[in-house]
């Protein structure tokens, strides 16, 4: 996907959509007297019109109002215009507003789909030019921040049989390439040398190694600790011994790195837009599976940290890596340190696709500008109590805690559990509801939605 200024076109356009800010705002379209009526008149009933006689032109009503939810329904709106017109090269002719820019985002998100599978590939969406009101610098940010979204879907939508977590760290290394920020790859005898063995222990069931990729991004002008981003790389999760029924559960667990891509796609697009800020990825990766060695329930693992833990549940494996991770990340000394993970279905069950489930222990103030920058994004923030009474739940008789705490507050005791490899402040943000999609809901694509990306860019970006 490319935004460009009008000014650029060098091609004919395939179709051109212009804005209204109000049905009767006609004045700039070459119509008859009559047609500019009927306009008028079907936007007051719908949200957009196409004309039999110009095939080639949509107009459409932006919303009344301002702030996330108008922001919102220009994307809904854009997405509803997008399936109406297969285009390739897309012209829209509005003034620069902000809603404009987020029609113009629901437009490209609304556009994807992943191909690389296919036989036979469809004509897709290439290029959409904005009115030479919006500064280069907009179209910029617009451009890597779609872009990186399109990244994150493409590597939640890899099959494991391409997306090893060898092969997830390849990935990490071509975005650090393409986008501008550092790549290091520790290998399984490194892993080994640093003893995660939270890591290790999800991994002895599989055949293909695993990989712990950091990714640094210091931006001109950063100065302070940096912000840590984990996510958790689950390539393929099974769920170990505790096998996953498949319908319904286990045929989509390719997605289980959705956190991996978020956090490769919130760093790609804040190294393309060159914010002034340092910022770390830390992604653990391996796939779950119950073979070879794999881990059983009843076993105890001693982790980064050097505590212990009794594991009562393969299937509860995310968060044994993510351990690790969090525990890695005190090397860094972070101002904030923000795990992103597909990690408990009691969350999806509590927010569905609609937001994502956070916690931890960051200030107040903290959780306010994840809120706020999930609103723009309308990758919105559901934030649950943290109250010590769940740490009860994780009592071992055994070990120093165990990795499942029973059905009640599901989503709240695994953040508990990651709670205590953490010495810093701290935000967990379980996207599990909208990660993955079995349809396609507005502009969120089915599959990968890349949802977390938008959310930490923005997040990022009120740092500056």
């Keep these: 996907m490319l935004f460009l200024s009008e000014s650029k076109v060098k091609h004919d356009l395939d179709h051109q959509i212009y804005l209204l800010n109000r049905p009767d705002d006609n004045s700039k379209l070459d119509l008859t007297k009559a047609e500019k009526a009927y306009l008028a008149d079907q936007l007051k009933v719908d949200s957009f019109v196409h004309f039999s006689r110009l095939p080639e032109l949509s107009v459409a009503c932006l919303p009344e109002g301002d702030g996330s939810q108008a922001f919102e329904k220009a994307r809904i709106l854009a997405t509803k215009v997008q399936k109406s017109c297969k285009a390739k090269h897309i012209a829209i002719h509005s003034d620069a507003s902000d809603k404009a820019m987020a029609f113009a985002e629901g437009l490209a998100l609304a556009a994807y789909k992943f191909q690389k599978y296919f036989s036979k590939k469809e004509d897709l969406l290439e290029t959409i030019h904005l009115d030479a009101s919006f500064s280069e610098a907009q179209l910029q940010e617009l451009n890597a921040v779609v872009s990186a979204t399109y990244l994150a879907r493409d590597l939640v939508n890899e099959p494991l049989s391409y997306l090893t977590a060898k092969q997830l760290a390849k990935e990490a290394q071509k975005a650090g390439e393409n986008f501008g920020f550092k790549v290091e790859v520790f290998n399984k005898k490194k892993i080994e ?49 505790s096998l996953k029924p498949t319908p319904g559960s286990m045929d989509s667990m390719k997605s289980d790195m959705g956190g991996a891509a978020a956090v490769i796609g919130a760093i790609s697009a804040a190294a393309a837009n060159k914010l002034p800020i340092h910022v770390i990825g830390l992604v653990p990766a391996t796939d779950n599976r119950p073979g070879l060695n794999a881990y059983v329930p009843g076993d105890v693992i001693k982790m980064y940290d050097g505590s212990t833990v009794e594991v009562l549940n393969t299937d509860a494996e995310g968060r044994m890596l993510l351990a690790d991770a969090l525990a890695y990340a005190k090397n860094y000394k972070p101002a904030l340190v923000v795990d992103l993970a597909t990690l408990t279905g009691a969350a999806a069950v509590a927010v569905g696709k609609y937001g994502v489930v ?44 165990k990795n499942i705490g029973g059905r009640e507050g599901g989503a709240i005791t695994a953040g508990k559990f990651l709670q205590k490899f953490t010495d810093y402040p701290w ?17 969120r694509s089915q599959g990968g939605t890349g949802v977390g990306v938008r959310l930490m860019y923005n997040f990022l970006k009120s740092k500056v």
């Design 193 to 241: 040398s640093l003893k995660m063995g939270g890591l290790l222990a999800v991994n002895r069931g599989s055949q293909d190694p695993p990989s712990f990729s950091i990714l640094e991004y210091k931006g001109e002008g950063a100065s302070g600790q940096p912000i840590v981003l984990v996510g958790k790389g689950v390539v393929y999760d099974t769920g170990g011994l």
């Design 358 to 401: 956070v916690m931890g222990t960051a200030s107040d103030e903290e959780f306010n500008a994840l809120s706020a920058a999930g609103d723009m994004a309308y990758e919105r923030t559901a934030r649950f109590p943290f109250w010590e009474e769940y740490d009860e739940l994780l009592k071992s008789t055994i070990a120093d805690q």
């Design 427 to 443: 935000i967990h943000i379980d996207i599990a509801g909208p990660a993955f999609l079995n349809a396609a809901h507005h502009y």
